[in-house]
C-alpha cells in the first residue's frame, strides 16, 4: 500500500473513476494487483495484465481482467500481440522491469499503436533511472523523455521568428516537417517517480494576428 499511497494523487488526477475504461498494466499483475484496481477503475471496466511472473499464471481470464504471461524486457512482439488483442486502450500503465532499454521500447511499441486518442501513457519507479543496475542501454528512459520533450516542440525549433506563425505575413510558414509523433504528443507531466504522457491529436501551425 505504501507505493500505492505515493501514486494515488497522481492517478486520481489522471483517471476518471466514473466511465469505464480499458487498461494496459505492464508489469506488477498479480492477484492483489488485479483486485486494487478492479475495486479502484469503474466496474465495467476492462484490465490488462502483461507479466514475466509466473504468479500471473493464477489469474484466469474474466469479464473484466484478462492476464498474459511474457517476459517484457525481452519480448516486444509479445507485448504488441497482446495490445492488439485488447487494445487500444484509454490508460497504459508501466510498472515491468524498470530498465531502461524496457521501458523505451514499451514505449515506442504502445503509444503511437495502441493508446487511444485522449489517453495517457503513465511510467512508475523513473528513479530507478538514476540506478546503474536498471541502465542497460546508452539512453535512458530520462534522456528519452527529454527527447519527448524536444519533440513535442519541434515545429517551433524551424521557425526563426514570431511572425512566420502571424496570417498575412510573407514568411509566414505553411507547412512544418516535424517527428511522427509530434502532433499526438498532448502534454508531458513529471512527477516524483512519475512520468505521464497524454495523447491528444493538436493543430501545430499557430494562426495569430499580427499586431
Known amino acids: ?19 469505464p475504461i480499458r487498461m494496459l ?7 492483489d494487483s488485479v483486485q486494487m484496481w478492479q475495486e479502484y477503475l469503474h466496474p465495467n ?7 514475466s511472473n509466473s504468479k500471473l499464471l493464477k489469474i484466469a481470464d474474466s469479464e473484466g481482467v484478462h492476464a498474459r504471461l511474457a517476459d517484457v524486457e525481452a519480448n516486444a512482439a509479445f507485448l504488441k500481440e497482446a495490445a492488439a488483442e485488447f487494445g487500444p486502450f484509454d490508460i497504459i500503465l508501466d510498472d515491468g522491469g524498470h530498465t531502461s532499454s524496457q521501458m523505451v521500447e514499451s514505449f515506442r511499441c504502445l503509444f503511437a499503436n495502441f493508446l487511444s486518442d485522449g489517453g495517457v501513457y503513465i511510467v512508475d519507479d ?20 527529454k527527447a519527448l520533450i524536444d519533440a513535442m516542440h519541434a515545429h517551433y525549433q524551424v521557425t526563426t521568428s514570431e511572425t512566420n506563425f502571424q496570417v498575412g505575413r510573407p514568411d509566414r510558414i505553411q ?10 504528443l498532448g502534454a508531458i507531466e513529471i512527477h516524483d517517480s512519475l512520468v505521464v504522457v497524454r495523447r491528444a491529436t493538436r493543430g501545430l501551425t499557430r494562426s495569430i494576428q499580427g499586431t
Not at 500505492?4 to 497522481?10: E, F, H, K, V
Not at 498494466?25 to 492477484?31: D, E, H, K, L, R
Not at 507547412?175 to 499526438?184: C, D, F, K, S
Open 175 to 184: 507547412e512544418v516537417a516535424v517527428p511522427a509523433i509530434t502532433p499526438i
Open 25 to 31: 498494466v505492464i508489469g506488477s499483475f498479480y492477484t
Open 45 to 51: 471496466s476492462h484490465v490488462v495484465g502483461v507479466d
Open 126 to 145: 523513473i528513479d530507478c533511472d538514476y540506478r546503474k543496475s536498471y541502465r542497460d542501454s546508452r539512453i535512458s528512459f530520462i534522456d528519452f523523455v
Open 1 to 19: 500500500m505504501g507505493k500505492l499511497a505515493r501514486y494515488l494523487p497522481i492517478y486520481d488526477s489522471i483517471i476518471d473513476r466514473t466511465k
